[in-house]
């Protein structure tokens, strides 16, 4: 866990931009299953269309389930708590904090 918080805190500080970016399908499920995000790719299979939206910062491309901030400088501003989430955990802003 600590390895995470570490890793949590160098992209809060790193302020990276998250770009809203849109993938061809095949590429998006290529992509889930080479991460080992086999829960995207099983998603994606049940809901074919030509493009899927997506979330990219720094490299990591994730399924565009929510919309989330542009910068990932909120988290530093706002602050946030790591939530244990069987069978890992949720990274939510700071109870109180205002987004």
């Not at 302020?15 to 995207?40: N, T």
């Amino acid at each position: 866990l600590n390895r995470i918080e570490e890793k949590l805190q160098d992209l809060a500080n790193s302020g990276a931009a998250v770009k809203r970016i849109s993938m061809p399908w095949k590429e998006a499920v290529d992509y889930f299953e080479a991460q080992g995000l086999a829960c995207s790719a099983a998603m994606l299979r049940s809901h074919v269309t030509p493009e899927i939206d997506c979330y990219e910062c720094r490299g990591v491309i994730r399924l565009a389930l929510h919309i989330v901030h542009e910068s990932l400088d909120k988290l530093r501003m706002c602050g946030y708590v790591v939530v244990p989430e069987v069978p890992g955990f949720v990274v939510s802003y700071a109870s109180g904090s205002s987004m």
